[in-house]
C-alpha cells in the first residue's frame, strides 16, 4: 500500500503561485499514476491532474490547463503541481492519489489518498 502525504498549501492572493508536493511511503515499487485533485467546500472531489509512471505523459482538468503543470521525481517518490496565475475558483482542499490505471479522472480509480493540503486563494 503507497500512502501519499501532500504539502505546500498555504494562502495566497489572485495571480499568485504556489508548489505543492506529493510524496509517496509505503510499497512504492511498482509503477503507478498519480493524480491531483481537488474538493472546494459544498462541492464535489474534482480531477485537476494526472501523471504517468515515467512523468512523460500528462493530462489535465479544462479549468486549470495552462496554469497548472504537474511533474514528478521517481528517485523521491515525489509528484508536484505547480500552480500559477492563481484564482479564487481554485481554493480547494489539494489531494493527491495513485492509480494502477492510466488516464482515469475518477476519484474511484484512485485508490490511495493523501490527507490533503488547504489552498486558499483571496481576490
Known amino acids: 500500500q503507497v500512502q501519499p502525504v501532500e504539502s505546500g498549501g498555504g494562502l495566497v492572493e489572485a495571480g499568485a503561485s504556489l508548489n505543492l508536493s506529493c510524496t509517496a511511503s509505503g510499497r512504492t515499487g511498482y509503477s503507478y499514476t498519480m493524480g491531483w485533485f481537488r474538493q472546494a467546500p459544498g462541492k464535489e472531489r474534482e480531477f485537476v491532474a494526472g501523471i504517468s509512471w515515467s512523468g512523460v505523459r500528462t493530462y489535465y482538468s479544462e479549468s486549470v490547463k495552462g496554469r497548472f503543470t504537474i511533474s514528478r521525481d521517481n528517485a523521491k517518490n515525489t509528484v508536484y503541481l505547480q500552480m500559477n496565475s492563481l484564482k479564487p475558483e481554485d481554493t480547494a482542499v489539494y489531494y493527491c492519489?495513485?492509480?494502477?490505471?492510466?488516464?482515469?479522472?475518477?476519484?474511484?480509480?484512485?485508490?490511495?489518498w493523501g490527507q490533503g493540503t488547504q489552498v486558499t486563494v483571496s481576490s
Open positions: 492519489a495513485t492509480s494502477a490505471l492510466w488516464g482515469s479522472t475518477r476519484g474511484r480509480d484512485f485508490d490511495s
